[in-house]
């Protein structure tokens, strides 16, 4: 056996050297980080939740009405028809549907460390846990007290919020 020198590790006790850890640390599955890669992938190339025009913009712009209030939209809105169908955009496990006041019902998506939240929504055929592959029907989307009909939409990388717009296919 070979001596081994003041200060060195002996070669059983060496770490492994492994390939760096795809995509996230989260500790994602296989899968999971296959999914996050292929997401990334699929910038400008999602198809639309919904049939409709974006009605409210990303991010932060002064209220329309209210001098000097400022509002911060988390996603885009996009309207649409009353009880119109809403679609996932990529395959993917429902990680949650709650109800939240001013929202209706709201539905979450889980793409590896990506995720879409589908919000506004007159009904929900979805659960928690659930895959879905990209197109599938998730649920309704709602009107508001004025008859208008629009879903909001976000994209998050783990907390970091992304402009949908630049995930969705150009029309």
Same mark, same amino acid.
């Given at each position: 056996?070979?001596?081994?020198?003041?200060?060195?590790?002996?070669?059983?006790?060496?770490?492994?050297?492994?390939?760096?850890?795809?995509?996230?640390?989260?500790?994602?599955?296989?899968?999971?980080?296959?999914?996050?890669?292929?997401?990334?992938?699929?910038?400008?190339?999602?198809?639309?939740?919904?049939?409709?025009?974006?009605?409210?913009?990303?991010?932060?712009?002064?209220? +329309?009405?209210?001098?000097?209030?400022?509002? *911060? @939209?988390? !996603?885009?809105?996009?309207?649409? %028809?009353? /009880?119109?169908?809403?679609?996932?955009?990529?395959?993917?496990?429902?990680?949650?549907?709650?109800?939240?006041?001013?929202?209706?019902?709201?539905?979450?998506?889980?793409?590896?460390?990506?995720?879409?939240?589908?919000?506004?929504?007159?009904?929900?055929?979805?659960? +928690?846990?659930?895959?879905?592959?990209?197109? *599938? @029907?998730? !649920?309704?989307?709602?009107?508001? %007290?004025? /008859?208008?009909?629009?879903?909001?939409?976000?994209?998050?990388?783990?907390?970091?919020?992304?402009?949908?717009?630049?995930?969705?296919?150009?029309?």
């Amino acid at each position: 056996e070979k001596a081994i020198a003041a200060g060195e590790t002996p070669p059983a006790e060496k770490p492994v050297e492994k390939a760096p850890e795809p995509v996230s640390s989260g500790g994602m599955t296989e899968e999971e980080v296959s999914l996050a890669s292929s997401f990334k992938a699929s910038q400008a190339r999602l198809p639309w939740p919904v049939r409709g025009f974006v009605s409210d913009h990303f991010g932060r712009k002064e209220h +329309p009405v209210l001098r000097g209030v400022i509002v *911060d @939209n988390l !996603g885009i809105d996009i309207q649409t %028809s009353n /009880g119109e169908a809403v679609r996932a955009v990529y395959d993917g496990v429902v990680l949650d549907v709650t109800d939240m006041p001013g929202m209706n019902s709201v539905v979450a998506i889980q793409h590896g460390d990506y995720m879409t939240v589908y919000a506004k929504l007159q009904s929900v055929s979805v659960r +928690p846990g659930q895959k879905v592959k990209a197109r *599938d @029907n998730i !649920g309704t989307v709602a009107a508001d %007290s004025e /008859g208008t009909s629009s879903l909001q939409f976000q994209v998050w990388k783990n907390t970091t919020r992304l402009n949908p717009e630049q995930w969705l296919m150009r029309r």
